[in-house]
């Protein structure tokens, strides 16, 4: 049936140049104003990474000084700052390239990779950190106050300029959120790291220190599992948070001609680039590129889904008026009307629920 409808249609390539047409040109603005926010993101995280940099040498150096966990601790924190931060730019860098050869998506996923192992750093940094501040609250060292209180709130000063940085940079991106949490958790921590000094300084209890890093402990758990969980859903392919395939489902087979909708997939190519691809069947005689444009529009204005591909073709013949006869609603008559699609040469391996019209109105 779609051979015939594709051979024996006139106007389907026409229409196909014309829509190709239609949403090449938004593409193209599309891909310009990406590429000036990127220019404007590289450049807000290497201004905070330059701030990192030059505050890190100097704090690794006190840090041994004062016999400070916390300050060592946010030295290797920002360390791994510095090194998302990087990787974020890497990233960027690779996913701007265009789509060749066998990369037809090009490396947009870079920056989830980027993301992913911000993230593992993140949980593994958090796992060292947490046992030598258990380690150090059994049989704690002395610690000198007054160096630990001056140097974490010269890095307070520091990581409010490089999270401010990385505030303006566009934060809906999975990869800049990545070096965003990893500044924010060590802004947290020179917070918490200069309240121990001043524990310290003014009342002698040195288990401050090991507390405070306990503190940075539990905010970089909270943020490396966050990261890790998030891009893990778009390399399982999983649907973008916040939507729901089968009321999508339910939604494009409430279009008028419309019969049933099958293989629905929804999935991210990248953060906030979602795609989705269906097999739609229409009533016979329906206007197959009228239906296609309807389930596009409704697709891009209510679910800002805009990279599309649905096989649109219409209901075989197994009733008596050539119409889909939809049987009652058990696992039986679920089973025997997959087979019967089947049959007709729709899809014979059929991947997920199948989703199917009541009676249109005439």
């Known amino acids: 049936m779609a051979e015939h409808d594709h051979e024996h249609d006139p106007d389907h390539q026409h229409d196909h140049d014309h829509d190709h047409q239609h949403t090449h040109k938004p593409g193209h603005s599309h891909s310009h104003s990406h590429a000036v926010a990127a220019d404007a993101d590289r450049k807000w995280l290497w201004s905070a990474l330059l701030l990192l940099l030059v505050f890190m040498a100097g704090e690794v150096v006190v ?6 966990l916390a300050l060592i601790s946010d030295a290797a924190h920002m360390l791994t700052d510095a090194a998302s931060i990087a990787l974020a730019l890497v990233a960027m860098r690779l996913a701007a390239r265009p789509a060749r050869g066998g990369y037809t998506y090009g490396l947009k996923r870079a920056e ?3 993301a992913q192992a911000n993230g593992v750093t993140l949980l593994v ?18 610690v000198e106050g007054a160096l630990v209180l001056v140097t974490a709130l010269v890095g307070v000063v520091v990581n409010v300029a490089a999270t401010w940085c990385l505030s303006r940079a566009n934060r809906s991106s999975l990869n800049v959120e990545g070096a965003f949490q990893h500044v924010l958790t060590d802004l947290y921590a020179f917070v918490a790291t200069a309240v121990a000094g001043a524990v310290v300084l003014f009342t002698g209890f040195v288990r401050a220190d090991a507390i405070a890093s306990l503190v940075v402990v539990a905010l970089m758990l909270r943020a490396g599992t966050g990261l890790v969980r998030d891009s893990a859903r778009i390399f399982l392919e999983a649907a973008p948070a916040g939507v729901d395939p089968d009321a999508v489902a339910d939604r494009l087979v409430s279009a008028p001609q419309v019969e049933e909708v099958h293989d629905l997939h929804i999935w991210e190519i990248t953060s906030n680039e979602p795609a989705l691809s269906a097999h739609v069947l229409v009533t016979p005689g329906g206007d197959c590129h009228a ?10 204005e209510e679910y800002r889904i805009t990279h599309t591909t649905l096989q649109v073709d219409h209901v075989g013949g197994d009733g008596p008026d050539g119409l889909l006869q939809i049987a009652p609603d058990s696992a039986a008559a679920a089973a025997a009307a997959a087979a019967a699609d089947a049959a007709r040469g729709h899809c014979d391996d059929t991947h997920g629920p199948v989703h199917r019209a009541g009676p249109h109105p005439h």
């Not at 840090?63 to 400070?68: D, T």
């Not at 940094?125 to 002395?142: K, M």
């Not at 239906?291 to 891009?300: D, F, H, I, K, P």
Request: aromatic fraction near 8%; glycine fraction near 6%; proline fraction near 5%.
């Open 63 to 68: 840090g041994f000084a004062a016999q400070s």
């Open 112 to 114: 989830i990779l980027s």
């Open 125 to 142: 940094l958090s796992a060292w950190l947490g046992y030598e501040a258990v380690t150090r609250l059994l049989s704690p060292p002395e």
């Open 291 to 300: 239906v296609q444009r309807e389930l596009q529009r409704r697709l891009r």
